[in-house]
């Protein structure tokens, strides 16, 4: 299988070029300058962005077999910036920044070839060219004149200052297929179902014949990191399933449904101590902290009675990209639980075989091995469970009355097929009650809001326009199946400025 091989000089975004790579349906790797190394199988190499400049007393360089190899080089960013020092060229020293969207002038250049005159494109550096190697020429300006991408005249060399493996850059994909299957010829042969294998070979060779223990939340992501895991090492996984009493009716059947496709389960029932301990407690951010800590003291304890080495944990790439920036730059909102965060004081070690992935590619990963669509297809479901959606104190009842209540709405989405539609649909209940009618009787019930939205990765979120008629037979079902509740509300509000979940 051909492949592409990616040197990674630390940016954000390295993940994300390998992922626009195996798009276009070529394999992509992605190593470290010191280890990085070509295979026969490799068609060209790409440098990667990276917070450094050429200038740093300890910048990373160019592997000396790149230039020699003879192979094709895509720089990116500070990769570009590497190949203009390279090859005689001039890099100035943080003059000009240029962060963000900018417009684009490209030449008629073959790699640009059936791409607008302009383009839009992310941009995202501090040092810039200032002199172009003698034999490279300049292929895309930016609207301020910096130098935007170039090209070696005499060999297939590429370089682009611009990020174009970000979304926001228009035509990205394009110039990424370009580079991959017309300049390196590499075959688009790849497959989901090679990674699969791949991933399993790896999981074997790092664990051998050490035990794993994993948690199963009822989600995507830890039922098809237990089960890739399951297939490379079988008996040797042991999965915990801990039912904290804030579980939809949808999750129940999750365990079960993973036993039948030959997973080693073990369910704990600790909802006694999570509704305990979250006796009187009002507070958002309280809840979620009780929840994380509770969840992480049952499984500490399941740890211990085990004699596992390994932590199985389904991060997936969007989850690496978002503790990056909430470790950094972004205020804390909610403090996030999920079984992705078990913590590191366990001192086992991590086998991570989703790391790599988007939410899509693990799905498609869960069908190669074999997993129902009802596991697959699931919405996203927060760690900390039905209690973030249980406006003010969480009880026993409050959660019976908001798991029927959510199984009403969530079967009628899915037999009038907007349930995949949706990235993500639930039900919330509020303190509140209101007076209403019932037969002839006054009522005096619990209101409910219903919430649906479509969001990018969770980061941003816009409420999803619900037919009529389905609002309708959802809110009569909600008040005629289930006597608690007396109204029937819809969340109109995006993220931002509200965020998906209400707490
Ligand atoms: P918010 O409410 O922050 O949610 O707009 C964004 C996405 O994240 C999910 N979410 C969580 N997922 N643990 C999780 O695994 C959590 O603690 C958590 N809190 C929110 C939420 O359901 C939405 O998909």
């Known amino acids: 299988m051909d492949e592409i091989l990616i040197i990674d000089y630390g940016s954000q975004y390295t993940q994300l070029l390998a992922r626009k790579i195996r798009e276009v349906g070529v394999y992509s790797r992605v190593d470290t300058p010191q280890k990085a190394h070509p295979s026969d199988k490799t068609m060209g190499v790409i440098l990667s962005g990276g917070p450094q400049s050429v200038y740093s007393s300890n910048a990373l360089n160019i592997p000396d077999w790149v230039l020699s190899s003879g192979l094709p080089i895509l720089g990116v960013c500070y990769g570009m910036q590497l190949l203009v020092q390279k090859f005689g060229g001039r890099v100035l020293r943080g003059k000009v920044f240029e962060y963000g969207m900018t417009n684009v002038i490209l030449s008629e250049d073959t790699i640009f070839s059936s791409l607008p005159k302009v383009v839009k494109v992310w941009m995202s550096h501090g040092d810039s060219v200032e002199k172009i190697p003698d034999s490279f020429i300049k292929i895309a300006e930016s609207e301020a004149g910096i130098t935007a991408a170039i090209r070696s005249s005499n060999k297939k060399i590429y370089a682009l200052q611009f990020h174009p493996e970000v979304f926001q850059t228009e035509h ?28 399993i070979e790896k999981i074997r060779k790092t664990v051998g014949n050490s035990k794993v223990i994993g948690a199963i939340s009822g989600g995507v992501d830890s039922a098809v990191a237990a089960s890739i895991t399951a297939r490379a090492i079988g008996e040797n996984l042991q999965c915990v399933f801990i039912d904290n009493g804030l579980l939809r009716m949808e999750d129940e059947s999750v365990p079960e449904k993973l036993q039948e496709v030959g997973m080693k389960i073990k369910r704990i029932n600790s909802s006694d101590l999570f509704l305990e301990r979250l006796k009187g407690v009002i507070d958002p951010e309280q809840k979620r902290k009780i929840i994380g800590k509770t969840f992480i003291e049952v499984f500490e304890k ?171 037979e959802i809110s009569s079902k909600i008040t005629d199946q289930i006597p608690e509740i007396g109204r029937v509300v819809y969340d109109v509000s995006d993220k931002p400025p509200a965020t998906i979940e209400w707490e």
């Open 172 to 199: 990205g994909t394009e110039m990424i297929r370009y580079f991959v299957t017309q300049v390196c010829k590499a075959r688009q042969n790849w497959k989901i179902v090679d990674y699969t294998s791949f991933a």
């Open 302 to 472: 399941e740890a211990k009675l085990s004699d596992a080495e390994y932590l199985l944990q389904g991060t997936i790439y969007s989850d690496v990209i978002e503790s990056a920036a909430a470790s950094t730059t972004s205020a804390k909102i909610k403090s996030h639980h999920n079984v992705g965060g078990l913590p590191k004081k366990m001192k086992l070690k991590l086998v991570e075989p989703l790391r790599e992935l988007f939410k899509d590619e693990v799905r498609e990963v869960g069908k190669v091995l074999g997993l129902t669509p009802e596991i697959l297809d699931r919405h996203p479901f927060p760690g900390p469970g039905l209690a973030v959606r249980i406006i003010g104190e969480v009880t026993r009842k409050r959660v019976d009355i908001l798991r029927r209540v959510d199984d009403v709405y969530i079967q009628i989405l899915r037999k009038a097929g907007e349930y995949p539609k949706i990235w993500q649909a639930f039900s919330v209940l509020l303190p509140v009650k209101s007076v209403g009618v019932k037969g002839d009787e006054r009522s005096y019930g619990y209101v409910v809001a219903l919430r649906a939205v479509n969001s990018a990765e969770g980061m941003t979120a816009s409420w999803y326009p619900m037919p009529h008629d389905i609002i309708r």
